[in-house]
C-alpha cells in the first residue's frame, strides 16, 4: 500500500510539476511573437544595397539597378559578376579602361643596375656605363656582342642598322682600361646619337691584369663609399702585387672624361696595339659572351659578333612575324631563328636588302661568310634555295632545319631567348671553335632552327684568308683535344645524346 500512495504522489507532482513549465513557456512565446511582429513592421520597406536606387510606388519602396552609362563603360569592360554592384562598375577611370593588347609572351623584367661579379679570374664591371634608353622584357630584342678596343668602332655602324638595345661586354686588362674611357667617351659624344640611347658597356678584366685606377661612374658601388686611397691586391699567382684606387667627387660619383671631337678618333688606323695583344693574352670570349647576354633586359636576345652588321628592321619585322604566328609558336618547342651570314669585299659597301645582296653575290662581290676558311661553319641548310626564293614583305620562316649532318659543323648566328644553353666560358677565342659545344648541346635539346628569309647578317667589310699561326694552331689543337675529352662527355651527362648529333 505504501508504495502505491507514493507512486500516486509522484505522479500528481510531476502533472502540477508540467502544468506549470508548460504555462511559463507560453507565456515567453507570447511576448517573443509581439516582438518579432514589431520588428517586421518595421522593416517591410526594403533597404536598398549601395548603389541602387529607392523608388516609392503605391506598394511601398522598392530598389532598382540604374541603366548603365555605356558612355563611360564599355560591355566589355563590365564585371559579369552577380555580386559586383554597379558602385563597383562605374568606379572604373573611363581613361584607362581600354585593355591593352594581349601579349605574345609572358617574361620577367631585370635590372639593369651597377652591380660588381667575377668569373674564374675575371672582374667584372656590369652595366658600368649604360645607355640612356632601357627597355622592358617584351618590348625589344637585345643584340649582345664583344669585344676589346680595337673592336669599339664597330658600334657606329651596329647601332644605326639594328636601332635598338645592345649589351657589349669590354675586355679591358690593365692600361686596355684607360682606352677603353677614351673610345667609349668619343664614340657616345662624337659620333651617332645610337651610341648613348642603346648601347650598355659592361667592362672585363683579369685579376692577374689590373687596372691602375677605376673610374666611380656610380654613387653606390656594392655600398662602396666615398674614398680615395689605395687597396692592395694579391694577383693569382701569389708574387705580384697591384694597388687600385677608387675615384670620386663629394657625390660618390664621377662622370666619363669630356671627349675633344675636333680630334681624330681616339681609335685611329690601323688601331694601336692593345694591352692584350702586348702580353699575348688568351681572349676570354665565351665569359664576354655570357656576361653581354646575361646582362639583356629583353626575353629575346641576338649574340652576335661586333663585325657582324644586320640587316635594317629586323626587330619590327620579327615581331610582326610573331603576331602572324603566335599559334604555332606557342607549341612549347625549343626554337631559334638563324640568319644566314656573307662577306664582302674590302673596296665593297654593306647592302641593306637581299635583293642587293644576291645581285653582289651574283657578281662576286660577296660571298658567304668564312668560305675561304671553314665553309661547312656557316652554311645553313637549303642555302642556295635561300638565294633564290622570292623576296617577300617583311619577315617569315624560310626553312626549319636541324644542326644535323652535312650541317654538324654549323656555328649558327641566332635569335634566342635568355633561357637557351650559354658558351662554355673554359674555351679562348684563339683556340678555335668555341661555339662548337653550345651547337652541339642545341642539338641534343632537339632545337629547331627557323631560318629567316628577309634577315641576314654581312661581316665588315674585307673577306677573311686562312693564316697560318704556329702558336695558334697548338692552342686550338690542345682546346679541341680538350672539347673531346672533356666538355663532350660533360654535355653527354648532363644532356644526353643522340646519334645524329656531332662535334
Not at 507532482?13 to 508540467?18: D, T
Not at 513557456?25 to 526594403?46: C, G, M, Q, W
Not at 672582374?123 to 673592336?151: M, P, V, W
Not at 646619337?193 to 691584369?209: C, G, L, Q, S, W
Request: net charge positive; with cysteine.
Amino acid at each position: 500500500m505504501t508504495i502505491i500512495w507514493t507512486r500516486r504522489v509522484i505522479i500528481k507532482a510531476s502533472l502540477l510539476f508540467n502544468f506549470c513549465a508548460l504555462t511559463y513557456v507560453a507565456l515567453h512565446a507570447s511576448n517573443t511573437s509581439i516582438s518579432v511582429s514589431d520588428s517586421e513592421l518595421k522593416s517591410s520597406e526594403p533597404v536598398c544595397p549601395s548603389g541602387y536606387i529607392e523608388t516609392l510606388t503605391s506598394n511601398g519602396k522598392t530598389c532598382t539597378i540604374p541603366e548603365r552609362n555605356t558612355d563611360a563603360v564599355s560591355e566589355a569592360e563590365v564585371d559579369t559578376d552577380p555580386n559586383t554592384t554597379y558602385q563597383d562598375v562605374v568606379s572604373i577611370d573611363p581613361l584607362v579602361t581600354e585593355k591593352p593588347p594581349t601579349p605574345l609572351f609572358t617574361c620577367e623584367g631585370k635590372s639593369s643596375e651597377f652591380r660588381y661579379g667575377q668569373r674564374g679570374s675575371q672582374y667584372i664591371l656590369y652595366n658600368y656605363i649604360r645607355a640612356k634608353r632601357q627597355f622592358k622584357c617584351d618590348e625589344s630584342i637585345t643584340l649582345t656582342t664583344h669585344g676589346d678596343t680595337s673592336f669599339l668602332d664597330n658600334l657606329v655602324v651596329l647601332s644605326q642598322r639594328w636601332q635598338g638595345p645592345i649589351s657589349v661586354s669590354v675586355y679591358v686588362p690593365s692600361s686596355d682600361y684607360d682606352d677603353a674611357i677614351k673610345i667609349i667617351s668619343y664614340l657616345r659624344q662624337c659620333t651617332v646619337p645610337e651610341i648613348e640611347e642603346f648601347v650598355t658597356f659592361h667592362f672585363v678584366f683579369d685579376n692577374r691584369h689590373m687596372p691602375k685606377s677605376i673610374l666611380k661612374l656610380h654613387t653606390t658601388q656594392q655600398g662602396l663609399p666615398y674614398f680615395q686611397s689605395q687597396t692592395k691586391v694579391r694577383t693569382s699567382d701569389g708574387k705580384t702585387i697591384v694597388k687600385v684606387t677608387y675615384h670620386g667627387d663629394k657625390n660618390g660619383k664621377t662622370e666619363l672624361p669630356t671627349a675633344n671631337c675636333s680630334l681624330p678618333a681616339p681609335w685611329g688606323s690601323p688601331p694601336k696595339q692593345t694591352y692584350r695583344n702586348q702580353k699575348k693574352l688568351l681572349y676570354p670570349v665565351n665569359v664576354l659572351r655570357n656576361v653581354a647576354r646575361e646582362s639583356a633586359t629583353t626575353y629575346y636576345v641576338f649574340a652576335s659578333d661586333s663585325e657582324l652588321y644586320p640587316s635594317p628592321n629586323i626587330i619590327p619585322q620579327f615581331f610582326d612575324m610573331l603576331r602572324r604566328n603566335e599559334s604555332y609558336l606557342n607549341l612549347g618547342k625549343h626554337r631559334l631563328f638563324a640568319l644566314p651570314i656573307f662577306e664582302v669585299y674590302s673596296n665593297q659597301t654593306v647592302p641593306d636588302s637581299k635583293q642587293e645582296l644576291v645581285k653582289m653575290l651574283e657578281s662576286g662581290m660577296a660571298i658567304p661568310f668564312h668560305k675561304k676558311i671553314c665553309a661547312s661553319c656557316h652554311s645553313i641548310p637549303r642555302q642556295k634555295e635561300w638565294l633564290k626564293a622570292p623576296v617577300k614583305e617583311g619577315l617569315s620562316v624560310f626553312h626549319v632545319g636541324k644542326r644535323h649532318k652535312p650541317h654538324h659543323n654549323w656555328e649558327p648566328i641566332f635569335i634566342g631567348t635568355r633561357e637557351d644553353p650559354l658558351y662554355d666560358e673554359r674555351l679562348s677565342w684563339e683556340g678555335r671553335r668555341d661555339k662548337m659545344t653550345q651547337g652541339y648541346a642545341l642539338c641534343i635539346l632537339d632545337y629547331d632552327f627557323m631560318i629567316l628569309d628577309n634577315a641576314f647578317l654581312v661581316h665588315r667589310p674585307g673577306v677573311k684568308v686562312n693564316k697560318k699561326d704556329p702558336v695558334i694552331g697548338l692552342i686550338s689543337q690542345k682546346q679541341n683535344a680538350y672539347i673531346k675529352s672533356t666538355i663532350v662527355p660533360e654535355l653527354k651527362v648532363l644532356y644526353g645524346s643522340r646519334p645524329e648529333c656531332w662535334l
